[in-house]
């Protein structure tokens, strides 16, 4: 069954970096886009970013443009999210979720979904 | 960007009900709409994609409809199960945006 699994979250104060994994299985990693998406406290949820089955585009959320860049190692079947310059409103859950597209330059919007991991921006 | 307004913000009902979840992004987007359901501390579930086909292992009583800037969630019957908020999502451009979410709850 497909499975995504998010780590790397915790506690960072502002101005610094982290960075997110998020470790998949269960399906041909290296054959679909992947998506970061994110939930501050007691809001919903907020698109972050999306990269192509095969690393080649990028695409980002303005509110983390020039602070947030979207990897993958489809060796590991391993997406990264590393989150620079962080700012308090960045706190919040961060999924990562499969888009439902295989193969294509194109994008569907996400199936699967991990459960997220926590990250706390505080002084 | 497109902006995803969805209506109500929040909604009482009983075990039952026909529940009906409306969205409107601020510009077209075709069919490019999927809707969500969120239970705290669980991962989304996809329920509807491209804005009425029924994701595979969701239950009948989840219907979506619409196009272009109008779409509507319906859960036919409402079960115990079903109390949580309801998000929609453009797929048709990025940023792929996502309404305020509906929060169902029980009366």
């Known amino acids: 069954q497909v499975q995504l699994v998010e780590s790397g979250g915790g506690v960072v104060q502002p101005g610094r970096s982290l960075r997110l994994s998020c470790a998949t299985s269960g399906f041909t990693f290296s054959n679909y886009p992947m998506h970061w998406v994110r939930q501050a406290p007691g809001k919903g949820l907020e698109w972050v970013a999306v990269?192509?089955?095969?690393?080649?585009?990028?695409y980002y959320a303005d509110s983390v443009k020039g602070r947030f860049t979207i990897s993958r190692d489809n060796s590991k079947k391993t997406l990264y999210l590393q989150m620079d310059s962080l700012r308090e409103e960045d706190m919040g859950v961060y999924y990562c979720?499969?888009?439902?597209?295989?193969?294509?330059?194109?994008?569907?919007?996400?199936?699967?979904w991990g459960q997220g991991t926590l990250v706390t921006v505080s002084s | 960007d497109i902006q995803m307004t969805q209506s109500p913000s929040s909604l009482s009902a009983s075990v039952g009900d026909r529940v009906t979840i409306t969205c409107r992004p601020s510009q077209t987007i075709t069919t490019s709409l999927n809707w969500y359901q969120h239970k705290p501390g669980k991962a989304p579930k996809l329920l509807i994609h491209?804005?009425?086909n029924l994701q595979s292992g969701v239950p009948s009583r989840f219907s979506g409809s619409g196009s272009g800037t109008d779409f509507t969630l319906t859960i036919s019957s409402l079960q115990p199960e079903d109390f949580a908020i309801y998000y929609c999502?453009?797929?048709?451009?990025?940023?792929?945006?996502f309404g305020q979410g509906t929060r169902l709850e029980i009366k």
């Open positions: 979720a499969r888009d439902r597209r295989q193969n294509s330059g194109s994008y569907l919007g996400p199936d699967y």
């Open positions: 491209t804005a009425s």
């Open positions: 990269m192509s089955y095969d690393g080649r585009d990028e």
């Open positions: 999502q453009q797929s048709y451009g990025t940023p792929f945006t």
